[in-house]
């Protein structure tokens, strides 16, 4: 199929991040944002607004999901608010078609910020990496000081209030072997879904974290292992990127975005960034993927004849991959990570790579053995 005819059928964005700016109460070890005092200017939300608006409008028959992120989004909570507030005056009965999400770090959630939450509907993941020691090991503040307390003291207000989180966890060199103490806490949290990210080690000073594919498919094993004890005992915690990997392997459509090929980046998500630039995904933060600017955007629709789309859309994996019986399945592997890799999204990851080899023959080991375990994770499939 031609490129622009590939486009065309692809280029759908549903979810809108929205980065209202780079600063951060924290000082995590593995961030990857480039931390400045930038801040979303109301003019530019006043043009995002009509710009999301008129897309809602005129596709009415999808829901459109926007997520708040940062640095910290709830350090920009009058700017959250201003949004939501002017969004819903221009779009009326049609807010039911949208949803908001805050992506936060967690440490700022107090009662009031619970009220406010639910009265405009929002809802809130929080990123917790497992017991205090674990968490602090890579979490923590200005001061140096752990941040496992507050974030933990949040996740029960929210609970409290009989709101959801859904918990990110980024897995590293060191807490990749503790896997079945990181879910062991979330169950006792009462987190019902959640998901385990591998670090992406985009900094020099990321690697001394970065996982090995073997490392990481030994977390995946573990993983299984805990959920299945767990799920047995009744309980029902699900993660949600084993669950895509499953839908995947077995040739339904995964829910994540990151899941598909050519992923989601630019075609089913777009981030907004404070400063006005519009990026496809926001791992692909840099120069050499800008696809427009806010302030002279006039319809979404104009972003999908980006240059940088073409170039991830036409994107071509290596010969290895076309002959390889897990393309279906990993295509090469994320494009963030092929680029952070190899400086351009033309080959494979080699992590990927190395990762899908190993957990591939797992996967199908896991469905002949565990069918009950499968079906109860892709029931809502
Ligand atoms: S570039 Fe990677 S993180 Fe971004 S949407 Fe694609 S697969 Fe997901
Ligand atoms: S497993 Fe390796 S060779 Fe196969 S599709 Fe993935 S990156 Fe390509």
Not at 110 to 127: A, D, H, L, T
């Amino acid at each position: 199929m031609p490129i622009a005819n590939e486009v065309k059928k692809r280029f759908n964005p549903r979810l809108f991040l929205i980065r209202l700016g780079d600063y951060c109460n924290l000082n995590c070890a593995y961030c990857y944002v480039n931390r400045g005092q930038g801040e979303i200017s109301t003019d530019t939300l006043d043009t995002l607004i009509e710009l999301i608006s008129k897309w809602v409008i005129k596709n009415a028959d999808q829901k459109v999901y926007i997520a708040f992120i940062g640095g910290e989004p709830l350090l920009f909570r009058n700017k959250i608010d201003y949004f939501i507030r002017n969004i819903s005056k221009v779009l009326k009965k049609r807010l039911n078609k949208v949803s908001f999400k805050i992506q936060s770090n967690g440490t700022l959630i107090s009662r009031e910020i619970v009220s406010w939450i639910k009265e405009n509907n929002i809802r809130i993941g929080i990123s917790l990496d497992g017991p205090e020691d674990i968490h602090d090991h890579v979490r923590r503040d200005m001061k140096n000081e752990g941040s496992y307390n507050s974030v933990v003291e949040g996740i029960r207000l929210l609970k409290l209030s009989k709101i959801e989180p859904f918990v990110i966890t980024v897995i590293t060199r060191y807490s990749y072997n503790k896997i079945d103490r990181i879910v062991e806490l979330l169950n006792h949290l009462g987190i019902h879904h959640f998901r385990m990210n591998p670090i992406l080690p985009i900094k020099k000073e990321h690697q001394n974290l970065a996982l090995t594919p073997n490392q990481f498919f030994q977390s995946i094993q573990q993983l299984v292992a805990s959920l299945i004890k767990l799920n047995k005992k009744g309980f029902k915690i699900k993660e949600s990127n084993l669950e895509n990997l499953f839908a995947a392997f077995l040739g339904l459509t995964p829910r994540n975005i990151c899941f598909r090929h050519p992923c989601g980046a630019g075609l089913d998500m777009l981030v907004f960034n404070y400063d006005g630039r519009i990026y496809p995904c926001d791992n692909l933060i840099s120069n050499e993927f800008i696809i427009g600017n806010i302030g002279s955007t006039s319809d979404i629709n104009e972003l999908g004849s980006s240059e940088v789309i073409y170039k991830l859309i036409s994107r071509v994996p290596p010969k290895e991959c076309e002959r390889c019986g897990l393309q279906y399945l990993c295509n090469g592997g994320c494009l963030a990570r092929i680029w952070n890799e190899k400086k351009t999204i033309n080959g494979k990851s080699s992590w990927y790579c190395g990762f899908y080899r190993r957990v591939a023959p797992y996967l199908f080991e896991i469905l002949l053995g565990e069918p009950e375990f499968i079906k109860g994770m892709l029931k809502s499939k």
